[in-house]
């Protein structure tokens, strides 16, 4: 689904669960023809974002990626370097569906492809997978909610194609001010970006700590003896209870973090999550 010079409509998303779903519906609607995809593979919502529209910008954010969360040769990183060179494949007539979302993951990646976009006369739209399948599929009496669009079944994702249509491109003026939103997030230098009351919140890396304080204390609770808790199963708990897209990369770094600060004790080696586990430093 590489765009061509036959391609009508070309769908940017971001991660490869979204990825994956959004390919599935194009083939359940049998639009392998018309439609293209290209994905940024990343996670926006964590490491720097300081010039990444830049290639000093992406050495850095790759080497950080590389030394605090161990992520070698780090394979979003080469992808996104595809991603950005299949921009140029994208025809002078395809429309350009950008799929935004309500999350600090996606609301990033869709302003950097628009900044990426910005001397590009395709029409853009930028579509909100979540409001759509929210507002279609919640019902009194079933309520579900979503932390990114990657985590929407695609039978879902129909609907939204249903949309598509009905959506007016974005204007000059919303263009510049996208891409100038891109600029501002892009002369930061923090790692973290929250969600918060519809907008991205920049923060210290450090402000998920005491939620992960709190969780490895509750899960000693539960184990009543107040053992050690596998790291695995705190970084698990961790992402399982919180409204926000991070990953477990991430935590883990914060839980090491942890550690060599004193607040916690570990047991096993840190290699991986599955070697060590972590209690409350008494």
């Known amino acids: 689904m590489v765009p061509n010079s036959k391609t009508k ?24 023809e018309s439609d ?53 494949q994208i025809p002078e007539h395809a429309r350009i569906v950008i799929w935004g979302g309500d999350s600090a993951h996606e609301k990033i990646g869709s302003r950097y492809v628009e900044y990426l976009l910005k001397e590009y006369k395709n029409e853009i739209i930028e579509i909100n997978a979540v409001k759509i399948c929210e507002r279609k599929y919640n019902t009194p009496k079933h309520q579900q909610y979503y932390r990114h669009a990657g ?46 009351d519809g907008e991205v919140d920049t923060v210290e890396e450090n402000v998920l700590d005491e939620y992960l304080l709190h969780t490895v204390s509750k899960l000693q609770n539960r184990s009543n003896a107040g053992g050690f808790i596998k790291a695995a199963r705190v970084v698990g708990e961790a992402m399982g209870y919180l409204e926000q897209y991070i990953g477990d ?8 973090s942890l550690i060599n600060e004193g607040k ?3 047991q096993g080696v840190p290699s991986a999550m599955r070697y060590y586990s972590v209690r409350i430093k008494s």
Not at 67 to 76: D, F, I, K, V
């Open 36 to 88: 293209g995809m290209i994905c940024f593979p990343d996670l926006f919502s964590v490491g720097p974002i300081w010039k990444l529209h830049e290639p000093e910008g992406r050495r850095y954010r790759e080497e950080w990626m590389r030394t605090h969360l161990g992520l070698e040769n780090h394979s979003a990183h080469n992808g996104e370097l595809n991603s950005i060179q299949m921009l140029q």
């Open 151 to 196: 985590e929407i079944v695609s039978e879902k994702l129909i609907e939204v194609f249903h949309e598509l249509k009905r959506i007016h491109p974005l204007t000059t003026e919303q263009r510049s001010k996208y891409e100038q939103e891109w600029l501002g997030y892009a002369e930061t230098k923090q790692v973290l970006r929250l969600w918060n």
């Open 264 to 266: 916690l004790e570990i």
């Open 249 to 256: 990369a991430f935590f883990e770094f914060r839980l090491r």
């Open 9 to 32: 409509k070309v769908h940017i998303l971001f991660g490869y669960s979204t990825a994956g779903s959004v390919r599935q519906t194009i083939k359940q609607l049998n639009l392998q």
